[in-house]
């Protein structure tokens, strides 16, 4: 079945520090490639959808310039979280679909661990 | 009301026993239904996708039910390894609707 790949799994940060986050389908062309955010208890949010080679829509609320999306292949997508700050600390988790199409299940990367301190 | 909305639990039930979940949305032109199972501090996996005529595969069943805007999953016979957080998830004007999920907990 799809793969995708995420790292780290888990990250540790100072307060200002900027993260990277890398998303990549190891056996399919993503087209589409979606980024979560989940926080204790909570259901996932949509933070963005993005589409290679093109510039990431991002859901209310989500700073694009805090959280910048590059999705310059179509089997590598990065998230940079930018001058972290504690409230940032989450579970964040990539998504890619093979086609572009929403009738299509997603395929989950294993998640990024982000504790800020 | 919320686009999707499931029971949030947590359901405590039986090993060996039935349980059922239902999910409801809200837009009634919503085109695709999945199941996911997200186990505590992992990502969510696909469990199954739900068609109009019901599905299974296994112990788990899975249902739509367009007139009254829901979507059920049933499983059968249940295990200690069921117990993790299900969510449903809705194609709803080509966005991804999650709902918060029910927590399961499978009891020895």
């Known amino acids: 079945g799809a793969v995708v790949s995420q790292h780290p799994s888990r990250v540790i940060c100072k307060s200002g520090t900027s993260v990277k986050i890398e998303c990549r389908s190891l056996?399919?062309?993503?087209?589409?490639m979606f980024w979560y955010r989940q926080f204790p208890k909570q259901s996932l949010m949509l933070m963005a959808t993005s589409n290679e080679g093109s510039k990431a829509t991002y859901e209310q609320g989500v700073e694009k310039d805090k959280f910048l999306i590059n999705h310059a292949s179509l089997t590598l997508s990065t998230l940079t979280v930018t001058s972290a700050h504690p409230e940032d600390s989450s579970f964040y988790i990539c998504s890619a679909s093979g086609v572009s199409s929403y009738n299509s299940p997603l395929h989950f990367g294993n998640g990024t661990r982000l504790t800020v301190t | 009301r919320k686009e999707v909305e499931q029971d949030p639990g947590p359901f405590n039930v039986p090993e060996g026993a039935t349980v059922a979940f239902n999910c409801t949305y809200s837009?009634?032109?919503?085109?695709?239904f999945f199941w996911y199972r997200q186990d505590c501090r992992k990502e969510p996996k696909l469990l199954m996708s739900?068609?109009?005529?019901?599905n299974e595969d296994g112990r788990f069943t899975a249902q739509l039910n367009r007139a009254s805007q829901y979507i059920s999953l049933l499983i059968r016979d249940s295990k200690l390894s069921d117990s993790a957080t299900y969510l449903c998830?809705?194609?709803?004007?080509?966005?991804?609707?999650w709902g918060a999920g029910t927590k399961l907990i499978i009891k020895p």
């Open positions: 739900v068609y109009s005529s019901g």
């Open positions: 998830v809705v194609n709803s004007n080509y966005q991804l609707i």
């Open positions: 837009n009634s032109a919503s085109q695709s």
């Open positions: 056996d399919f062309q993503a087209t589409t």
